[in-house]
Nanobody, 126 residues
């Protein structure tokens, strides 16, 4: 059982930046591809970004490409999401998730991720 704990959320003005962190209990974290998802108010959970076990490969939703960067530090068992040029439509609860499967491509569907954190709120004011 992998326990994931997100942190770093908060209130920020449009155009600002935040860095989310996801600390994992499981060692080594390098066993898992990791992803970030978000759930805006009243909407379904949606994919944001994913990173491979080694960190060599990443994939982003079109809505965040060029603004968000996913990274990981396996030595610290932590995954990050650096968010810049934030927009009000980025307001959501952000979740990190771990994918234990070995896939030919990075997972981008909710059902592909087995373990989830409790989420952290990000609010972007206009």
């Amino acid at each position: 059982q992998v326990q994931l704990v997100e942190s770093g959320g908060g209130l920020v003005q449009a155009g600002g930046s935040l860095r989310l962190s996801c600390a994992a209990s499981e060692r080594p974290l390098s066993n898992y591809a990791m992803g970030w998802f978000r759930q805006p108010p009243g909407k379904e959970r949606e994919f944001v970004a994913a990173i491979s076990q080694s960190g060599e490969n990443t994939y982003y939703a079109d809505s965040v490409k060029g603004r968000f960067t996913i990274s990981r530090d396996n030595a610290k068992n932590t995954v990050y999401l650096q968010m810049s040029s934030l927009k009000p439509e980025d307001t959501a609860v952000y979740y990190c998730a771990a994918d234990a499967a070995r896939r030919q491509r990075l997972g981008r569907r909710v059902y592909e991720y087995r373990y989830w954190g409790q989420g952290t709120q990000v609010t972007v004011s206009s």
